[in-house]
């Protein structure tokens, strides 16, 4: 059946996860692409050898910020679980990462003045996704409870109360004051001095691969982040998540029709706070150091902000809505940066046009202000806030797809190209 | 670490008079979280738009009302012959204006093209809508407070075994009338058709009701609701020294209030919110260590899981119907 993509002739092909060839290559050259990344820096490969590719990529903050990415979009597969496919609005995702960090840091972290066991990550990583799925489950008769608005705003007193508990806490967290630090990502059989691989210092791999702290770790969360992606899209196509689906459009006919409401919605908060926790404690270690309010409501929001972007309900949309939210700030600030650099200059059209937009001085007036001082205009910071809300409201007043919507938009005009329709 | 609003009550303890006092921080405190609530209902029925720029509109009124009262001085500049509690007022009936007209702005701008979307989708739209104002907000509030210049300052009125801030009387006036005012507003014409929009929308419009004209309304109201509640959140004695950043986070605690008293009830705002403020001053009373810092601020939170618990729907919100 060659030349003929939509037509499955058996119904594995028609469930498969990549179901067109074409979409197997680019799923497949896209994985070679990200794995590839830390290669692109000189010297990585043997004494001087690299792959072709654009090598800022391979710098320490853009791998670190790829990281982060993975990370995120773990989380906001989570999300994407419970409010996209089960239809339950939550506020309280930071909560759950919060308590996946937590959990991590005190199974993981050497004992000191903080309470720590120094236990290897194969326990402490899964151990972080467990206790917040448990702790999700002790929510969950809440939320079968408390319905649609009223939960958006129970799972809002979840992130604070969260947040009282990890202030008082402190022989767990640190306190506000000095906060904690998290185990790092390395690999140990049991409580050995040396790890069998460490993923956050320098060293050679395999004898010839010289890589770097940074572009391991990147490695590794690329690698969870992987299997992560696989877990949510295969949850998808199986029992368990279409009755999600059922629940999340009308959860009184799903219940007529023999879904069991009580537990296919403590099933969803529970692996929805599964992969928060995992989030959670990777973007813990991550970071490296914590306090109390990191796991805030702005984290929860971020989270909201991702999956709306990117596409309530699908895989993909939480992958691309948590590049565009993840990557948003550091391109607002090249930007800012490029725009006060040809400002400062000072001739030509461009630069005229600008200075309207830009202040670069006090006294100077425009819309963003890259002075320190005290000039009118909004700082980066506020730039980015404004940015984010902005996007949050254009997506759901015009494309309330998001980021996939686009892209569907996009894919089928290409495929009925030069028709319409 | 001491929440600010709760000073007076620890200054009450320490005179031995420590339930008295609380019960005056408290309905003070819950004065304001019923103003809060009052206008995210009247919101809420109205439009069934769930307002979580709610506590963004109560940081702008309070900042209107800064802008005017002490940073362009307006009208006292014009009329420095009268007392400062009169021109205070106008520049406060200036702020209300505005937060009324920016509210309807909201409404229109990024509310109207949502209607007929999820009401979660519309939820998340304000949440949006929260993010940009505060950004822009704390943008122009900086790190330093705001004060607001009211005329009252820090006075209080010593009965011996409790104190009474000025502010905390006209505070509970004011919110007396507010409250007053819109159990007469529901009973003017203008009330009557939000009442028929708020039961349904295409019935009311079918009676010749400008459904627009009412949303827009209901969003002016719930502004002006907000920013009242917003001006005595940046005052004596809940902030001492004016508007700063951490305002409209204080507003999420109204939130506890409204989902207590349930979501489109208005006396169930008024009730929810002084519950609230009493339970919050009052918290601050108990002696146990094991509570840490911070107590008082989640009292809220966990009153509203048990009585959600309990009643799903609020104390006095209507139980949704669910049919197939």
Same mark, same amino acid.
């Given at each position: 059946m060659r030349g003929r993509p939509l037509l499955y002739t058996s119904y594995e092909g028609d469930q498969a996860i990549l179901n067109t060839t074409t979409k197997k290559v680019a799923a497949g050259l896209f994985i070679l692409f990200l794995a590839a990344i830390p290669f692109f820096?000189?010297?990585?490969?043997? &004494?001087e050898g690299s792959l072709p590719g654009p090598d800022f990529l391979a710098t320490g903050d853009w791998l670190r910020l790829l990281s982060t990415v993975g990370i995120y979009a773990i989380g906001a597969l989570g999300l994407n679980i419970l409010t996209g496919l089960a239809g339950q609005v939550s506020l309280g995702h930071a909560f759950f990462m919060g308590l996946g960090a937590y959990t991590a840091a005190v199974l993981g972290s050497p004992a000191g003045p903080l309470w720590g066991l120094g236990l290897p990550m194969w326990v402490w990583l899964p151990a972080a996704g467990i206790v917040a799925a448990l702790v999700g489950v002790l929510v969950a008769p809440a939320a079968v409870r408390v319905r649609g608005l009223y939960l958006a705003i129970v799972t809002l007193g979840l992130v604070f109360i969260g947040e009282y508990l990890w202030r008082n806490l402190d022989f767990i967290t640190g306190g506000s004051q000095s906060g904690r630090n998290h185990p790092t990502f390395a690999f140990r059989i049991w409580k050995e001095e040396e790890p069998l691989i460490d993923f956050s210092a320098d060293g050679t791999w395999f004898g010839f691969l010289n890589l770097s702290g940074q572009a391991k770790t990147y490695l590794f969360i690329l690698a969870v982040t992987i299997g992560f992606v696989l877990l949510a899209k295969n949850l998808q196509r199986t029992r368990v998540g279409r009755a999600f689906m059922s629940i999340r459009d009308r959860d009184i006919a799903a219940e007529v029709m023999g879904v069991n409401e009580f537990k296919y919605k403590t099933t969803a908060f529970a692996i929805s706070s599964f992969f928060a926790g995992v989030a959670g404690a990777l973007i813990a270690s991550l970071v490296g150091r914590t306090i109390p309010e990191t796991w805030n409501l702005f984290l929860s929001v971020q989270f909201i902000a991702i999956i709306l972007i990117g596409g309530v309900g699908t895989v993909t949309g939480a992958i691309l809505g948590t590049l565009f939210v993840i990557l948003l700030p550091r391109l607002v600030r090249d930007f800012t940066g490029w725009m006060e650099g040809i400002v400062e200059s000072g001739d030509g059209l461009l630069a005229g046009i600008l200075d309207i937009f830009v202040s670069t001085e006090s006294g100077d007036f425009g819309l963003i202000n890259t002075s320190a001082g005290v000039a009118p205009g909004l700082g980066i910071d506020q730039l980015n806030l404004v940015i984010y809300g902005l996007l949050i409201i254009l997506f759901l007043i015009f &494309?309330?797809?998001g980021l996939y919507g686009i892209w569907l938009r996009i894919r089928n005009y290409w495929k009925g190209w030069p028709f319409t329709y | 670490m001491t929440p600010d609003f709760l000073i007076l009550a620890q200054e009450g303890a320490a005179n031995g008079s420590a339930a008295a006092q609380a019960l005056v921080t408290g309905l003070s405190l819950g004065s304001i979280y019923a103003l809060l609530a009052m206008g995210f209902v009247i919101i809420f029925k109205a439009t069934q738009v769930l307002n979580f720029a709610h506590g963004a509109l109560a940081a702008m009124g309070a900042f209107f009302v800064a802008v005017f009262a002490t940073i362009w001085d307006i009208p006292q500049r014009w009329l420095p012959d009268w007392p400062v509690w009169s021109t205070w007022t106008l520049s406060v009936v200036f702020a209300l204006i505005a937060a009324a007209l920016a509210g309807m702005a909201i409404e229109r701008v990024f509310i109207r093209p949502m209607i007929g979307e999820e009401l979660f989708a519309v939820a998340i739209v304000t949440l949006g809508v929260d993010i940009v104002i505060r950004a822009v907000l704390n943008d122009f509030i900086g790190t330093d407070s705001r004060p607001l210049g009211d005329p009252w300052g820090t006075g209080v009125f010593d009965l011996g075994f409790v104190r009474i801030a000025h502010t905390e009387v006209v505070q509970l006036v004011v919110t007396f009338a507010l409250v007053v005012a819109i159990a007469l507003f529901f009973r003017t014409r203008l009330g009557v058709a939000m009442q028929a929009t708020a039961f349904d929308q295409e019935a009311a419009r079918a009676q010749g009701i400008d459904v627009g004209k009412v949303f827009g309304i209901a969003w002016a109201i719930g502004a002006v609701l907000a920013a009242v509640g917003g001006i005595f959140l940046s005052v004596f004695p809940r902030r001492g020294a004016g508007l700063d950043t951490q305002t409209a986070f204080f507003v999420f605690a109204a939130f506890p209030a409204i989902i207590l008293g349930g979501l489109d009830s208005v006396v169930g705002a008024v009730v929810g919110g002084m519950i609230i403020g009493l339970a919050q001053a009052y918290s *601050?009373?108990?002696?146990?260590?094991?509570? *840490?810092?911070?107590?008082s601020g989640v009292v809220p939170y966990f009153i509203m899981i048990v009585v959600l618990l309990v009643r799903p729907y609020g104390l006095f919100g209507t139980e949704e119907i669910r049919r197939v």
């Open positions: 820096a000189a010297g990585t490969i043997g &004494e &494309e309330p797809l | *601050g009373l108990l002696p146990w260590e094991f509570l *840490g810092t911070g107590f």
